[in-house]
């Protein structure tokens, strides 16, 4: 099983001049403490459930190569990255990038963006999700393309690439995984089946019929369930103790889960307590496996 930490806000006694500083130490320590995972969001104004758009965000990838260079150990990726918000071809040299300086930690995190606030107020353009599914679709496809090393041109509905060329390779191979966030039955999990390595789906209720779901697609799609990792986000309360981590970790890979991230609210400083917890984790095996 394994643990990670999501560090969502960036709303930190000081203000501005104190980012750097504290961000940096949530990635050392999480770091030290043996975490497999660090991730950040994908957006560029705070978001409704975390806190006021005007809090302070850090852009995704700036933040996780200054992580990189912090840290030796554990894996980088964004939560997810909005197909939106960067061309494929921009995005999978972003990641190469990212993946070549960290020594091969990096993930591609990846989903067909929400948050048109953001998209509106910096002009992004953010068309109906029926397209934007089309373009997570497309992402994906040369994705795999790229890391693959063909250059032949890309013809798509919304893409066109005429060469392809992604020079360095990544240090991962075959590539860094792909992560797809959300957990819509007809089009996310169906593309989780096809194109990504992990999934994340959020700690709730329905975990389990999604995580049926995903079995579902995978069968039609001739992959082997087992060889996609399955995440979950869960937001703990206060400052959860060592205990308190490791019974979430327990619930959740009863229901399948093998990877938890734990995100922070805003003020939280888990990095810690999870390391606490890392090592009573160890023998915990999710359900199926």
């Known amino acids: 099983m394994r643990i990670g930490l999501q560090v969502p806000s960036f709303t930190f006694p000081g203000g501005p001049e104190r980012i750097a500083a504290e961000y940096g130490r949530m990635a050392r320590e999480a770091d030290q403490a043996g975490l497999h995972s660090f991730w950040v969001m994908d957006h560029f104004f705070q978001i409704r459930v975390v806190g ?13 190569a200054y992580a990189a260079a912090l840290t030796e150990k554990i894996t980088l990726g964004t939560m997810v990255t909005g197909v ?47 397209e934007r599914f089309e373009r997570l679709e497309e992402t994906l496809r040369i994705a795999h393309q790229m890391w693959k090393g063909d250059e032949s041109a890309f013809e798509g509905e919304h893409y ?29 999990l169906r ?7 992990a999934c994340n789906i959020f700690d709730a209720e329905d975990l389990r019929h999604k995580l049926d779901v995903l079995r579902e697609h995978c069968e039609r799609e001739g992959r082997d369930y087992a060889d996609i990792e399955k995440t979950s986000l869960t937001l703990p309360h206060g400052r959860p103790s060592a205990d308190q981590v490791v019974d979430t970790v327990g619930r959740l890979a009863e229901a399948g889960v093998d990877h938890v991230i734990f995100s922070q609210a805003t003020g939280q400083d ?19 496996r």
């Open 191 to 197: 593309f989780v089946a096809k194109y990504a390595d």
């Open 160 to 188: 066109r690439l005429e060469r392809p060329l992604n020079s360095p390779q990544p240090v991962r191979r075959p590539h860094p995984p792909i992560l797809i966030g959300g957990s819509g039955e007809k089009k996310t």
């Open 84 to 130: 939106t918000y960067r061309h494929p071809g921009i995005l999978v040299k972003t990641v190469t990038t990212l993946d070549v300086l960290s020594g091969g930690r990096a993930w591609l995190g990846i989903g067909a963006a929400w948050n048109d606030e953001e998209s509106r107020g910096l002009g992004v353009p953010f068309p109906p999700t029926a």
């Open 52 to 64: 006021p758009a005007e809090e302070p965000m850090l852009e995704g990838y700036t933040a996780l």
């Open 270 to 288: 888990l990095a810690g307590v999870l390391g606490e917890a890392v090592a009573q984790t160890e023998k915990i095996t999710p359900a199926g």
